[in-house]
Nanobody, 124 residues
Framework: VQLQASGGGLVQAGGSLRLSCAAS????????MGWFRQAPGKEREFVAA????????LYADSVKGRFTISRDNAKNTVWLQMNSLKPEDTAVYYC??????????????????WGQGTLVTVSS
């Protein structure tokens, strides 16, 4: 599976962005998908994940209620809708695919495929 993340940019605090992750490969629909982020000087951290069917989601506490992950298996795409953005949300955002089981997990090492990242900058 190859993943291509897009949609990042510069936004003011309180604004919104929608990230997209386009996947290639016939088995996309069987994989759980996740979004992670890495701020300058910090480790990569979990943001959100979604099951293969889209019926189950998982969020980091820091984004719960503000971010929404969704997917469309027919379009091989996963989205991350980010609302009420804060300066601390500034990071490079990565999408990832977990081929092992189809449930959402927060553990970085569980993910097998990674996109190249898209930069989100939130100004105060």
């Amino acid at each position: 599976v190859q993943l291509q993340a897009s949609g990042g940019g510069l936004v003011q605090a309180g604004g919104s962005l929608r990230l997209s992750c386009a996947a290639s490969g016939r088995t996309f629909s069987g994989y759980a998908m996740g979004w992670f982020r890495q701020a300058p000087g910090k480790e990569r951290e979990f943001v959100a994940a979604i099951s293969w069917s889209g019926g189950s989601t998982l969020y980091a506490d820091s984004v719960k209620g503000r971010f929404t992950i969704s997917r469309d298996n027919a379009k091989n795409t996963v989205w991350l809708q980010m609302n009420s953005l804060k300066p601390e949300d500034t990071a490079v955002y990565y999408c990832a695919a977990d081929r092992t089981i189809g449930v959402p997990v927060a553990t970085l090492s569980r993910y097998d495929y990674w996109g190249q990242g898209t930069l989100v900058t939130v100004s105060s």
